[in-house]
């Protein structure tokens, strides 16, 4: 008996052993290949560690953002490494340096000449060669400069004012009209969906909302997913929802080009047209290919973030009474001070939204929709005496610094009161990036939310069906059940 239990208390000795070498080996590949690779340079690497070979540290991201506290990734690494603000890891296919510092990120975002965009190759692939996400800075600028005039600034805006606010109203009241519960962020997403494709294709925008809204979830889904192009994965679904759209928007492309060519007055002309006439020097105007790359990124990003954030303002204010009842009656007070010649919002209306403004700056903050951005090393870059080796990606943990103590004194909570006389310091308040490449559609979203508000403040509450639900944080952080809600009209 006793020499049958030593043999077993062997074995097991064996087995451990084998187990405990395997583990500390196979762990090791990723810091071999990547760390050591770099010879002395990387004794200037900042703290971290690549974790399991191709899939790097994918697990305690996943595991942190499928929680209740997705923080606890950059916390975790703060805890074991110190308050570095850049760490070394592997994610999303890469060897990556994470910054999750205001200062540095700061210094990241402006830096065009040492960094580029190094967006994971499912995003590429997904948004296409010559969308914002792909093309290098010469010709970001070009074109940039040409496409994102109709929804910059709030005076460029202001046109849109008036349909904004029909289709808010209109929203609204059928919502109201419900007798059953809804998922009130997919029907924001309808709401926001329309309005971009109004202003980015004019004329046939009601022909084709109903076909592509489906699309869009399946291609927003894909878009930081593992590029794995079998049925069954996030990516392969994306995939052919980009074919679809790629269909669709070259039927829209191939219309308005015959009807422009008879000078059909009936046209509104939308960004479609403006991308259809720009021509480079050499007067080239751009295949059609390169429009639809572009019109896919515009849709995509024009109705997603803003649909989160409205949804999230709402749940924020009615979890706040005395934060809803402050911003109700600033809304009030806007609808009193109306001059009785007009019959809606104006642009001075919005901007006299002073407080409401806060709510929404809070809303960005906390809510934290884009957790990162995503840059690439074109060459060895030293930042605060650590080395970002050329090849690397850097990850701009937007949610680590949103999230931070040091940059926001309880973080955790719904303040829009700091907002108050304060001043951001430089790459402390990241909802659309920063630099050169910061979101071309920050006003609009801004403007659109403040629209929805108004309306929603003025006239309705939200009954919510499963108050202080779980929420889910990837793609985008939302209630597992969208925000199941009655919206209910004020009397």
Request: glycine share 6%.
């Amino acid at each position: 008996m006793k020499l049958y239990l030593d043999i077993r208390a062997l074995i097991l000795a064996v087995v451990l052993g084998i187990y405990v070498f395997l583990f500390g080996f196979v762990r090791k590949i990723n810091e071999w290949r990547h760390v050591s690779s770099l010879g002395e340079k990387k004794y200037s690497l900042p703290p971290g560690e690549m974790g399991w070979p191709i899939i790097g540290n994918i697990w305690p991201f996943l595991k942190a953002f499928r929680s209740n506290d997705p923080d606890s990734f950059i916390y975790n690494l703060v805890q074991r490494y110190g308050r570095t603000g850049m760490y070394r890891t592997y994610l999303f296919g890469s060897p990556s340096i994470i910054v999750c510092i205001p200062e540095t990120c700061r210094k990241v975002f402006a830096d065009d000449e040492h960094f580029r965009l190094g967006y994971p190759a499912s995003t590429k692939q997904l948004t296409g060669k010559k969308s914002f996400h792909s093309i290098p800075n010469s010709e970001h600028k070009r074109l940039r400069r040409l496409t994102t005039a109709p929804i910059n600034g709030h005076e460029a805006l202001s046109m849109y004012i008036g349909y904004i606010e029909e289709m808010v109203v209109n929203s609204l009241d059928e919502w109201s009209s419900m007798k059953e519960p809804i998922e009130l962020l997919n029907e924001i997403r309808k709401l926001t969906f329309k309005v971009i494709t109004h202003i980015f294709v004019g004329s046939r925008a009601e022909s084709i909302m109903g076909s592509v809204e489906e699309l869009y979830t399946d291609l927003n889904y894909g878009m930081k997913s593992t590029a794995i192009n079998i049925p069954g994965f996030a990516f392969h679904k994306a995939l052919k929802a980009r074919k679809m759209l790629t269909k669709i928007l070259q039927e829209v492309l191939d219309v308005r080009r015959v009807k422009s060519e008879v000078t059909d007055p009936n046209i509104k002309r939308g960004m479609i047209d403006l991308l259809m006439e720009i021509q480079d020097e050499n007067g080239h105007k751009l295949p059609d290919e390169d429009i639809i790359d572009l019109l896919l990124m515009f849709l995509l990003a024009g109705h997603e973030s803003s649909a989160h954030v409205a949804m999230w303002a709402i749940l924020y204010l009615h979890n706040h009474p005395q934060v809803l009842k402050k911003a109700k009656e600033e809304q009030e007070e806007i609808l009193r001070n109306r001059q009785s010649v007009e019959k809606g919002l104006t642009l001075n209306d919005i901007r006299n939204m002073n407080y409401l403004q806060k709510v929404i700056d809070e809303t960005l903050r906390r809510a934290s929709v884009s957790f990162c951005n995503f840059r690439e090393a074109k060459v060895d870059v030293n930042i605060n005496g650590y080395l970002i080796p050329k090849g690397w990606k850097v990850l701009l943990w937007n949610r680590g610094v949103h999230m931070d103590p040091e940059v926001y004194s309880d973080p955790k909570e719904f303040l829009p009161e700091r907002w108050e006389n304060h001043k951001s310091k430089p790459g402390s308040f990241l909802p659309f990036g920063a630099g050169s490449r910061i979101c071309p559609g920050a006003d609009l979203a801004k403007l659109e939310i403040s629209i929805f508000l108004h309306y929603f403040l003025l006239n309705y509450t939200l009954e919510q069906i499963n108050p202080g639900g779980p929420n889910v944080y990837l793609p985008l952080p939302r209630p597992v059940d969208n925000c199941l809600a009655k919206v209910v009209k004020i009397e």
